[in-house]
């Protein structure tokens, strides 16, 4: 096996790629060997950072939409953007093929992969980024599979997860109904024994039978059994990533690359709404009802705020500004809000003196008048939060007692809420 410091020359095909390349989906948990130009490298790494781009794009435009219908928005915009490779590659079905033409794809995949992944490990925030959306990429491409190519894709893994015999299925059948209410005809539908442990949000929701320590998993919903298998993978491999890219400081052909590809990441300037056409006008009279339907709960924190506390600290100020921006208030409109409120606390020439200019700046008004976008949940994530402060991630910066309060007035029931986090990302 070749380190990265060898994919520099021109493609050489060892004899084993035809087995290392046998499926279109891979978990990436070799290291990728043989030559390549450094050409190649650059434009396959510049593609799959436009794929990864677009996939954030169409999830958070998209919320409303389930992962089939995300996957297949997906596929529209790679076409459109002539990323036909990657197009068909999400849209496989699992290994019909084993042309030369499928394993220089799968190759080009598995580096592509292996590279970004190595550029991002040093930035937290832009490993963070790249784990979500690899992660999400992973999900939508699993749905694509068909019965053979989970098959397949669980042979080449090895993954010992055999489905249940008919005789087994008919002995709990009556279990398997109750926890997969939405199936109507049970015996079409292979189920698999899996470790419990192994699929605990199912288990969580109830959605599969457990008996004697296993789970019984409809084939429709595996995905939860391989997509955290996939995410602890990833996880563990950014140390060794971190490692290659080390490696490589002194030849600066790679750090250009590298340089190029991390500049190119820009976690803090996701748009919402992409297509302005679609931005609509929003009136200040809607933003007390909207804060309570459709806000997200950090939004809602702090406009809940201001309308109490009549001011919002530097930080609070500016992301909630930025999202009035971002969901259609205008300059004038968002002059007045923060106006009228700020004004029930101090006299019209001390805002006018100490905080208009900053609604300015954020509607790219005055200073260097760029089009700043709202935050996104990782940057609100990072925020420094202090004992004066309302904004932030509530998730993340609230005492677990007053976020429990403020999910309860939302309408949850905290209690049945699981507010410890997994992992780090």
């Not at 087994?168 to 939405?182: G, T």
Request: proline share 2%; glycine share 4%.
């Amino acid at each position: 096996m070749l380190s990265m410091a060898n994919l520099q020359i021109s493609i050489e095909w060892p004899k084993k790629l035809g087995d290392m390349y046998s499926h279109d989906l891979q978990l990436y948990q070799n290291v990728p060997f043989g030559e390549i130009m450094l050409d190649e490298l650059r434009e396959i790494c510049e593609t799959r950072l436009k794929v990864l781009t677009l996939v954030e794009r169409i999830h958070l435009q998209k919320l409303t939409m389930s992962v089939s219908q995300r996957k297949v928005a997906l596929i529209k915009e790679l076409y459109k953007e002539g990323i036909d490779e990657f197009a068909k590659l999400i849209n496989s079905s699992g290994c019909e093929s084993h042309t030369d033409e499928d394993i220089r794809v799968r190759r080009r995949d598995h580096i592509s992969h292996f590279i970004l992944k190595s550029v991002v490990a040093f930035n937290k925030l832009k490993k963070r980024w790249f784990f979500k959306q690899e992660a999400r990429l992973f999900k939508w491409r699993f749905s694509s599979l068909n019965n053979e190519g989970i098959k397949q894709f669980m042979r080449i893994n090895n993954f010992n997860f055999t489905p249940i015999s008919q005789s087994e299925k008919e002995d709990i059948k009556e279990y398997l109904q109750m926890s997969s209410p939405h199936i109507s005809n049970i015996n079409s539908i292979r189920f698999y024994k899996v470790l419990f442990s192994h699929v605990i949000s199912l288990v969580k929701k109830r959605k599969v039978f457990v008996m004697n320590g296993e789970a019984f998993v409809p084939e429709g919903e595996i995905a939860f059994v391989f997509v955290p298998y996939f995410k602890r993978i990833l996880i563990s491999s950014f140390e060794a990533a971190r490692e290659d890219r080390a490696n490589l400081y002194n030849d600066e052909r790679f750090t250009h690359i590298f340089a190029n590809l991390e500049n190119n990441i820009h976690i803090e300037n996701t748009i919402l709404v992409q297509d302005k056409e679609l931005q609509q006008y929003v009136s200040l009279d809607r933003l007390d009802k909207l804060s309570e339907t459709s806000y997200p709960l950090c939004m809602r924190v702090l406009h809940k705020t201001l309308r109490k506390n009549h001011h919002l600290t530097h930080g609070g100020r500016i992301q909630y500004c930025l999202f009035l921006k971002g969901i259609g208030i205008s300059l004038s409109d968002a002059m007045i809000l923060w106006k009228n409120e700020f004004t029930k606390i101090m006299d019209e020439a001390t805002f006018n003196k100490k905080y208009s200019y900053q609604v300015r700046f954020a509607f790219g008004q005055e200073g260097s008048r760029r089009d700043y976008q709202p935050f996104t949940c990782l940057k609100i994530m990072e925020s420094i939060v202090g004992p004066r402060d309302y904004h932030g991630c509530p998730f993340k910066h609230m005492l677990q007692d007053v976020l429990e309060n403020e999910l309860t007035n939302c309408g949850f029931n905290a209690l049945g809420l699981d507010l410890e986090t997994e992992d780090a990302y």
